[in-house]
């Protein structure tokens, strides 16, 4: 499928799992519908995990979620706009970003700009396509590959150095040295509350080095 000239494959949320990366985070699991080799996951946080493993599952609570909210909405309420699908379209300093395509009364479809987590649990609830931007899709797949292929030989080899490319800590670091728990513990929980987990896992490394 093309959207706006740029190619994109459909996926599935094959699961959520608990994640190592950062507190409080689950890896969302998301498959190529036609390849189900080809998998990435994608950090979110606690409240979206459980809506979407409730979509996945049938374990949904009494009272109605934000994203069982907005969906009702389209499928039930407002029939003359229709929720078309979602896509993944965009990686950058460690977020992805999402749309949730909407089609007009005329016709005409417009985006709604939305994290994956919420954008995957509205169309779990909906019932339409999920779409992943092709290019980035398989470059997270290189990616997530060697990542786990490094930590599995890291694991393996207890004399094993660091690389010489690896990537040094941002100098940052250095100034969470300075802070306390408490204020580490707040910048943490500021960087899940914005998906920019890469950070949160970085804050998660000195509070670990504390013992705390």
Same mark, same amino acid.
């Given at each position: 499928?093309?959207?706006?000239?740029?190619?994109? #494959?459909?996926?599935?949320?094959?699961? $959520?799992?608990?994640?190592? &990366?950062?507190?409080?985070?689950?890896?969302?699991?998301?498959?190529?519908?036609? *390849?189900?080799?080809?998998?990435?996951?994608?950090?979110?946080?606690?409240?979206? !995990?459980? !809506?979407?493993?409730?979509?996945?599952?049938?374990?949904?609570? &009494?009272?109605?979620?934000?994203?069982?909210?907005?969906?009702?909405?389209?499928?039930?309420?407002?029939?003359?706009?229709?929720?078309?699908? $979602?896509?993944?379209?965009?990686?950058?300093?460690?977020?992805?970003?999402?749309? #949730?395509? #909407?089609?007009?009364?005329?016709? /005409?479809?417009?985006?709604?700009?939305?994290?994956?987590?919420?954008?995957?649990?509205?169309?779990?609830?909906?019932? $339409?396509?999920?779409?992943?931007?092709?290019?980035?899709? %398989?470059?997270?797949?290189?990616?997530?590959?060697?990542?786990?292929?490094?930590? =599995?030989?890291?694991?393996?080899?207890?004399?094993?150095? $660091?690389?010489?490319?690896?990537?040094? &800590?941002? =100098?940052?670091? /250095?100034?969470? %040295? /300075?802070?306390?728990?408490?204020?580490?513990?707040?910048?943490?929980? *500021?960087?899940?509350?914005? +998906?920019?987990?890469?950070?949160? !896992?970085?804050?998660? +490394?000195?509070?670990?080095?504390?013992?705390?």
């Amino acid at each position: 499928m093309r959207i706006n000239d740029i190619e994109y #494959i459909e996926v599935e949320v094959l699961d $959520v799992r608990s994640s190592s &990366q950062a507190t409080e985070a689950f890896s969302m699991i998301v498959v190529d519908k036609f *390849n189900k080799h080809h998998y990435i996951p994608i950090i979110i946080g606690l409240n979206e !995990a459980r !809506a979407i493993l409730g979509e996945l599952h049938g374990r949904l609570p &009494q009272r109605p979620l934000t994203h069982t909210l907005f969906a009702d909405l389209f499928t039930d309420h407002i029939p003359d706009y229709n929720l078309e699908f $979602v896509s993944i379209d965009e990686y950058s300093e460690g977020i992805y970003y999402a749309s #949730i395509v #909407i089609q007009s009364p005329t016709g /005409t479809y417009f985006n709604v700009d939305a994290r994956p987590s919420d954008a995957v649990a509205i169309a779990l609830r909906a019932k $339409v396509h999920i779409f992943f931007q092709k290019k980035l899709f %398989e470059d997270q797949m290189q990616i997530a590959r060697r990542k786990s292929e490094y930590e =599995s030989d890291s694991f393996s080899n207890e004399d094993l150095s $660091v690389p010489q490319n690896a990537v040094s &800590q941002p =100098s940052a670091t /250095t100034e969470w %040295e /300075t802070m306390s728990m408490s204020e580490l513990r707040d910048l943490l929980q *500021n960087a899940i509350d914005e +998906e920019n987990y890469e950070l949160a !896992a970085k804050i998660q +490394e000195e509070i670990d080095k504390r013992g705390a």
